[in-house]
């Protein structure tokens, strides 16, 4: 899938995730061999956490552009259909084209809402909890497509090592990336070392970062003389989103003073700041801060 490019330097602050990133998934896609020389095997899956519009699917479409690897991405509403089995084949699909394509990254965006925590109390399965059985076994490198299974060749040549080699495209140069804003109803099977191996905490952003979201966010607006530093200080728990959102509304007010405006002034900031509130609260932030110590490896940045 093309995606519309996102270049690190447009994503503002987020300096360690970026470089976690770069380390986890686009040194080993773009030079294998090093990663392989001292034995070192790409992680499968990369979970990103934190609250909403703190920047997350953003930094998995800059990973597509950095990486230059082919793109999967596949939210709840693509993966979900009303008829039987479908849903399960829709993921064993999305592998399969991704291990074809390879090296690739496959997207899991709001993963929380494609999978769902296991109920070991119920008999049935759910149509969720056989989506994250698949999942499981596609992120093992056990998935098979359902043409191979139907195939007789394949089946009586299923204990040649040889021609499955061959034949079934491997997971190796397959990384999953996935986002939530709640990892804690992500079932504990899909982050264990060899799944989802690293859990990256994408937090709301402190005022060096906002300061450097406002640049990045304004890099091609004609700006004139607006101090950023002062307007990251008065926009404590705004998320990388609500500033994307304060810029657009400082716009939008030199627009409608004169609809000839040149520039967007510090009052046009002035201005939308006292209209826009934080979508972020304290308690949010303590709660998933919470979290972050509980699914480490993590960044903390504060
Ligand atoms: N650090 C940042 N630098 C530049 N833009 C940002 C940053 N953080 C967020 N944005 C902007 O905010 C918008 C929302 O970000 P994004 O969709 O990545 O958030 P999210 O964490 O995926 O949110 P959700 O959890 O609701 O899916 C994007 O359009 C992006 O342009
Ligand atoms: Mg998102």
Known sequence: MKVKPVYWKDIGGMKEIKERLQMCIERPLRNPKIFKKVNLPCPRGILLFGPPGCCKTTLARGLATACDANFFVANPAQIYSAFVGESEKNIT??????????????????????????????????????????????????????????????????????????EMPQSDQVIV??????????????????????????????????????????????????????????????????????????????????????????????????NSQPSITRKQVDKYERLASKYGPVITQR
């Open 93 to 166: 699909e999305l592998f399969y084209q991704a291990r074809l394509c390879a090296p690739s990254i496959i997207f899991l965006d709001e993963l929380d809402c494609l999978v769902v925590k296991r109920q070991f109390d119920t008999k049935s399965q759910g149509i969720g909890e056989k989506v994250l059985s698949t999942l499981l076994n596609e992120m093992d490198g056990f998935g098979t497509r359902t043409e191979f299974q139907k195939n007789l060749k394949w089946q009586t040549l299923l204990n040649c090592d040889e021609y499955l080699e061959e």
């Open 177 to 274: 990336v996935a986002a939530t804003n709640r990892p804690d109803l992500i079932d504990d099977a899909l982050l264990r070392p060899g799944r989802f191996d690293v859990v990256l905490y994408v937090p709301a952003p402190n005022f060096e970062e906002r300061e450097s979201i406002l640049h990045a966010l304004t890099s091609k607006m004609p700006i004139s003389k607006v101090d950023f530093r002062k307007l990251a200080e008065e926009t404590q728990l705004f998320s990388g989103a609500d500033l994307k959102n304060l810029c657009n509304k400082a716009a939008m007010n030199a627009l409608r003073k004169n609809m000839n405006a040149e520039f967007i002034t510090e009052e046009n900031f002035e201005e939308a700041l006292k």
